[in-house]
């Protein structure tokens, strides 16, 4: 079984006839770009599947790799078939579905993101983006939406760093503070299951998670919980911490009743001291409170504090939830798959802050002429745009207004990052999808981010447990190479290049940890990437040559290779050979003979002392007289023997007892 970049690819049955243990597979062709193939032997009543695992990365020229991620897909296949149409090979994931190895994402040579959420973005595959772009010298282009840059989400992620736009208004007079506040219900229902093990409560604190994430430096956030009654779980305070968030919404727990007034009474309680330019009220419950909380919207709206609610399941008080939001000049939601909360608490909370995108009709401003050469159309009109602000050293090549870019793009550490500010879809885009915009924007958009390989470099390697052997022939000598291995986890191994002559490095690496990695060398601006497999040491492999391994020992220790003796220690146990003598009828007569003797001799009463004869010794001195010899004692009786005491235990038993 062949995987290619963590997707099955090929799959066949070999039948080893007799010993075979080699044997040749042919694979299909591969297309262009880097894979990352693992082999996989599986064979019957064999378990052992790490020793029949092996991993290569290999590296295929050809047309231009792009790697198109977004979710939803459908929005984004406009685009996707005018990048086909410029023949580069696209591959179209939805995040979630894409190999998140490094190495896979490195075999690309542009990786965009459309219009997708944070929370559907895996942050390994953020990291590993970001790696692929600093350090593997690949481009990113990340395209616009509602979804996209802050009004996903992003503020607070890894990809925000290398985007060559930030998310908020560099002057904060230009900006609205928010103050928001979230009451949620964590009543009894709310730990009904919904689905992979997470309760409606789960969702709802992942949900209020992520809509603080789509917070900026300066606003004020709130959480409270009510059940019976309501209690803060994360008092009003200025933008806290991912980590400090996260611990305060963890320890929530369901139960209790449904009190909905509770919640507004804290949430009304704490309005007064609210510091931001908007100030708002999201309220979430799948129950029905038998108070009315009418009066308490009303105050919030007289003290210009806005209210929205959202009503979750069949059960929710869908009528009285709507009534509150239209009293506190806010929206309700009605929300029957709970796995749509964290999509309506960040649509809310962008709406509200009404800062992340712009949904006007605008034509953008030519900055750049070479971006857009004369003899391309017109620049076409834009339904809607994301607001951005230009990073220091970043360029602009399009833009809505001045303080608005639309097509920024920055050098990021060894690779390119450029952004485009407005959706490429029906929903803004739609005149550039619909007209003969598109299809000169799509190949003006990619071509500055695909990575330059210079012809005249060239690299090879070898891997022999763990030393690597790296070969770079270069034709520039007007600069040194730079070479680095870069792990699965993004560490990177600076590699020291040692210059054999005018056109030649190399290096040889010991100890290297077994492993993926991506071996970059730079030379100048170009980048040469090659993938790079570090297997376990050769003494832990089964090589087959296990025999011969064992015939050598026991020749240089004067041993026997495969002696007989095993197959006569085997045919013992099977059964002892006719010409073997047994013992056991011998020692049972002699311990007969000598149990009979012991009889007779009891039997008898002999002496010892009249058997066996025994040599006198000299007297000792007589005392001096003054002092009476004492008398001679008498010779203590030999304990009795187990037979003797068998016998007179048997003597009491059978005689009557004499008063």
Known sequence: ???????????????????????????????????????????????????????????????????????????????????????????????????????????????????????????????????????????????????????????????ADIAPVGFDPIDPAKRKRLALLLVIDKSGSMSDLVGGGLSRLDLAKEAAYQAIQGLSDGDTVGVAFFSDSAQWSLPPQSLPTADRVAQALGVVQSDGGTSIRSGLELAQA??????????????????????????IAQSLADQGVSLSTIALGADADTQGLAQLARIGQGVSYRVTNPQDLANVFL??????????????????????????????????MLHGYNRTTTR????????????????VSQQIGMGQSAVWASDLSARWGRDWVQGVGLTALVPALLTPLIPTTPQTVA?????????????????ITTTVPIAQLVGADGSEIPIPLTQRDARHWRAIVADTPSGDYVLTVRVGDAVVSRGVVITQRSEFLNDGQGSAMLNE????????????????????????????????????????????????????????????PFRRSTPPAPPPPTSPAPPTPSTPPPPPSRIDRLQQAKRRATTPDKK
Do not use: C
């Open 1 to 159: 079984r062949v995987t290619d970049n963590g997707m099955p690819f090929f799959e066949t049955t070999v039948a080893l006839p007799g010993t075979t243990q080699r044997f040749a597979v042919t694979i299909p062709p591969i297309t262009p770009g880097m894979h990352r193939l693992e082999f996989t032997l599986v064979a019957p009543q064999d378990d052992a599947l790490p020793d029949n695992r092996q991993r290569v990365i290999v590296q295929r020229d050809g047309a231009p790799q792009i790697l198109v991620l977004a979710d939803p897909i459908e929005p984004i296949q406009p685009f996707v078939a005018l990048v086909q149409a410029t023949g580069s090979t696209v591959t179209l994931r939805r995040p979630s579905d894409i190999d998140s190895q490094l190495a896979t994402l490195a075999g690309y040579d542009v990786i965009v993101l459309a219009d997708t959420p944070a929370r559907r973005v895996p942050p390994v595959v953020m990291q590993n983006i970001v790696t692929a772009v600093k350090t593997l010298g690949r481009g990113f282009l990340w395209l616009g939406g509602a979804d996209s840059f802050g009004a996903g989400g992003f503020r607070h992620t890894p990809l």
């Open 392 to 407: 220091p050293n970043a360029r602009v090549l399009m833009q809505i207004d001045s303080d608005n870019p639309l097509w």
């Open 270 to 295: 704490s309005v007064a001291a609210l510091d931001g330019d908007v100030r708002h009220v999201i309220l979430l419950s799948d129950g029905q409170d038998p108070q009315s909380s009418r009066d």
């Open 459 to 475: 690299v090879a390697w070898y891997a022999h447990d763990d030393l690597l052997d790296i070969d770079v022939t270069a034709d």
């Open 347 to 380: 649509d809310e909370t962008t709406r509200v802050a009404s800062r992340d995108f712009v949904e006007a009709d605008v034509i953008p401003q030519l900055v750049s002429r070479d971006a857009w050469p004369v003899g391309n159309p017109p620049l076409a």
């Open 553 to 612: 020992i026991a020749q240089q220790t004067n041993g026997q290779a495969n002696p007989v003796v095993t197959a006569q220690y085997w045919q013992v146990r099977g059964g002892a050979p006719a010409a073997s003598l047994s013992l056991v009828p011998y020692l049972i007569l002699v311990a007969m003979t000598l149990f009979v003797g012991e009889i007779a001799l009891r039997r008898l009463n002999i002496r010892l002392v009249s058997v066996i």
